[in-house]
């Protein structure tokens, strides 16, 4: 029995020294992590990491509170993070590969559809007419992704 217990630390220590030996999936694939411009607030409406994880949750439940329940609050609105983290650049959040949603999804592989129904610009750089879309405002990126294409 101690015979097999001292096998099975061997193997553990093993297996662990193995998972720090070689780099992780992204640097071997040599992926540079998105750069995203910071955004134009003191802070976001929730810390990072939690953002990172679970912001599609959340956008999803103020939709279905806005939708189905006609609750209308902005902590987890589509409009606000739109407002907070339009490129300066572009001034949006999707027209081009380096705009914030557009960096991460790209890099991620994730289909954005938001885009089929919201602005990606803030209300002050948006279309004045319903439905207008401003010169340049799809970009073929933008466009590939709302259409299902790989990148």
């Known amino acids: 029995m ?3 217990a001292h096998w099975l630390r061997l193997a553990v220590l093993l297996g662990v020294t193995a998972m720090f030996a070689f780099p992780s ?3 071997a694939a040599g992926v540079n992590l998105p750069k995203l411009e910071r955004g134009k607030g003191d802070a976001c409406v929730e810390d990072t990491e939690t953002m990172r994880r679970h912001h599609m949750n959340m956008l999803k ?3 279905d509170k ?3 329940q006609g609750i209308r609050t902005t902590k987890h609105s589509l409009k606000g993070c739109v407002e907070c983290h339009a490129g300066s650049h572009t001034g ?3 027209s081009a590969r380096e705009d914030f949603c557009m960096a991460c999804h790209v890099y991620a592989g994730v289909k954005l559809d938001c885009w089929n129904c919201h602005a990606t610009r803030p209300a002050d750089k948006a279309p004045t007419r319903v439905g207008a879309t401003p010169r340049g405002e799809t970009s073929p990126i933008l466009a590939s992704t709302l259409n299902g294409a790989s990148q």
């Open 25 to 27: 999936q992204e640097a």
């Open 61 to 63: 439940h103020q939709r």
């Open 66 to 68: 806005t939708m189905r």
């Open 92 to 94: 949006s959040v999707a």
């Open 2 to 4: 101690a015979r097999l």
